[in-house]
Nanobody, 126 residues
Framework: QVQLVESGGDSVQAGGSLRLSCAAS????????MAWFRQAPGKEREGVAVISSRGNVRYADSVKGRFTISRDNAKNILYLQMNSLNSEDSAMYYC????????????????????WGQGTQVIVSS
């Protein structure tokens, strides 16, 4: 069974940094595009960053230059390094696995992802 387990969420002061992790199991990690999404109370879920099997990346404009997505294929772990955090970054952050169709490209659309973790909470003080 596919399992995605996020960790690393915490409360942090504005301007601070956090590193989120997603431990993957139950599938061949190297065969899939992976992404981070987030959802704040009262808002729609939005794509944050996506990384291909070989390391190509795409970011939402709101986090470009501040966040870095990466993956360790040897350890089956997806990461999200978040720097210069502000209050608008406060949200539940989710790890997701995309469908195994390369023609979708570096999609940040929720509907293109098949499996989701339970999420990890990030709270940035204002």
């Amino acid at each position: 069974q596919v399992q995605l387990v996020e960790s690393g969420g915490d409360s942090v002061q504005a301007g601070g940094s956090l590193r989120l992790s997603c431990a993957a199991s139950g599938f061949t990690f190297t065969n899939y595009y992976m992404a981070w999404f987030r959802q704040a109370p009262g808002k729609e879920r939005e794509g944050v960053a996506v990384i291909s099997s070989r390391g190509n990346v795409r970011y939402a404009d709101s986090v470009k230059g501040r966040f870095t997505i990466s993956r360790d294929n040897a350890k089956n772990i997806l990461y999200l390094q978040m720097n210069s955090l502000n209050s608008e970054d406060s949200a539940m952050y989710y790890c997701a696995r995309r469908a195994a169709r390369t023609w979708l490209g570096l999609s940040l659309q929720t509907s293109d992802y098949e499996y989701w973790g339970q999420g990890t909470q990030v709270i940035v003080s204002s």
